[in-house]
């Protein structure tokens, strides 16, 4: 079973930092972009990030992010991160890390799967 399952968020002030942690496991990690999604309430998803899964130093982020958050992963642990930093109350949302691709797309990897455990970050002004 393919499970993605983000850990990390919290609430904290404008202009804090977090660091969202997502551990994967049930397909082969090392083949597969991973990155993460948000959706705040009443909005549309929206795509954050994505790293490579052929090199890590390859990304993408939503243009309302770059400069503040960092992806990253580590193949041997099956884990993909997000340094949040410089927070604005426009971040809250939940957080949830998926399969991607570097256009900013995000995807399931079977149909049948579901997006798995987000996680809830609340900005406060």
């Known amino acids: 079973e393919v499970q993605l399952q983000a850990s990390g968020g919290g609430l904290v002030q404008a202009g804090g930092s977090l660091r969202l942690s997502c551990v994967a496991s049930?397909?082969?990690?090392?083949?597969?972009?991973i990155g993460w999604f948000r959706q705040a309430p009443g909005k549309d998803r929206e795509g954050v990030s994505c790293?490579?899964?052929?090199?890590?130093?390859?990304?993408w982020y939503a243009d309302s992010v770059r400069g503040r958050f960092t992806v990253s992963r580590d193949n041997a642990k099956k884990m993909v991160y997000l340094k949040m930093i410089s927070l604005k109350p426009e971040d809250t949302a939940i957080y949830y890390c998926s399969a991607c691709t570097l256009g900013g797309s995000f995807y399931k990897m079977r149909e049948s799967d579901s997006w798995g455990q987000g996680t809830l970050v609340t900005v406060s002004s």
């Open positions: 049930g397909f082969a990690f090392d083949d597969v972009a």
């Open positions: 790293i490579s899964s052929e090199d890590p130093t390859v990304h």
